[in-house]
């Protein structure tokens, strides 16, 4: 009988968080802690990579954390950005995001309409004299890369992120019914901090087939997967799945 799950993601800060309603809804424990945590390369690890970041007149952000993470790095590297930066982004939400760095003018802010790739590519390529610079993640999909090489548009990857294991309070019991894991990297956190954990009867929920991949690669059992844009949300496979026991 599932009464207590942990959901690897931070605290929602909204009490509307589908997963608060899962809790009331069974009467289950829900936690909320990340596996995962975000650190900065090293403004030397950036130089490795020799990437000149003024030599490009746009950069592309598909996240906020692209943004911190592009902004910290240039004022470590005491790199002053000109006034005729453009930056294009994966959303509007996004592109909000980005006005605790530079002023938001309509002239240099760029989105796609829909929050996908293609709409975002499609605005790129009416600038396509522009030369763009794509801050990623060490873990990263290279579709944005393939794509823009496919439509002649001049680009640089440049990894400024990585993600690691998030260290887990070990004096206090690691005890869940159930774990819904978001990435490949929450996966291998779970090894990484305790290398000979048993699943037993633990049911493992996950968001994406990349993640059931590298949970079944490390040995485990997936009950639970959800799929973007094939059924249900992770959150309503849960309500499923509580609701058949």
């Not at 490009?56 to 005491?78: E, G, P, Y």
């Not at 760095?101 to 396509?128: A, N, T, W």
């Not at 794509?134 to 548009?153: A, F, M, R, T």
Request: proline letters at 4%.
């Amino acid at each position: 009988m599932i009464k207590k799950i942990l959901v690897s993601q931070p605290k929602p800060s909204s009490a509307k968080s589908p997963y608060l309603e899962i809790a009331k809804k069974y009467s289950v424990d829900v936690e909320f802690y990340s596996l995962i945590q975000v650190e900065r390369l090293t403004p030397k690890e950036i130089r490795a990579q020799k990437v000149d970041i003024l030599s490009h007149t746009a950069v592309v952000f598909n996240s906020k954390q692209a943004i911190d993470h592009f902004f910290s790095l240039c004022k470590d590297m005491r790199i002053k950005l000109p006034d005729t930066m453009k930056y294009f982004f994966i959303s509007q939400q996004v592109s909000l995001y980005v006005q605790q760095y530079v002023q938001y003018r309509k002239r240099k802010i760029f989105f796609g309409k829909s929050g996908l790739l293609p709409d975002l590519v499609e605005v790129m390529q009416k600038h396509k004299k522009e030369s763009f610079l794509i801050p990623q993640s060490d873990v990263h999909n290279k579709e944005i890369s393939l794509l823009l090489d496919s439509k002649g548009i001049q680009h640089t990857d440049c990894v400024m992120y990585r993600t690691i294991s998030a260290e887990i309070d070990k004096s206090k019991p690691f005890d869940y019914d159930m774990i819904v894991f978001f990435t490949p990297s929450g996966a291998k956190s779970l090894v990484d901090n305790f290398p000979d954990y048993n699943q037993g009867d633990t049911v493992f929920a996950c968001f994406g087939e990349k993640t059931a991949s590298k949970l079944e690669e490390l040995g485990f059992r997936v009950d639970i997967k959800a799929v973007q844009g094939k059924g249900l949300s992770m959150a309503g496979e849960i309500d499923n799945y509580l609701a058949s026991k």
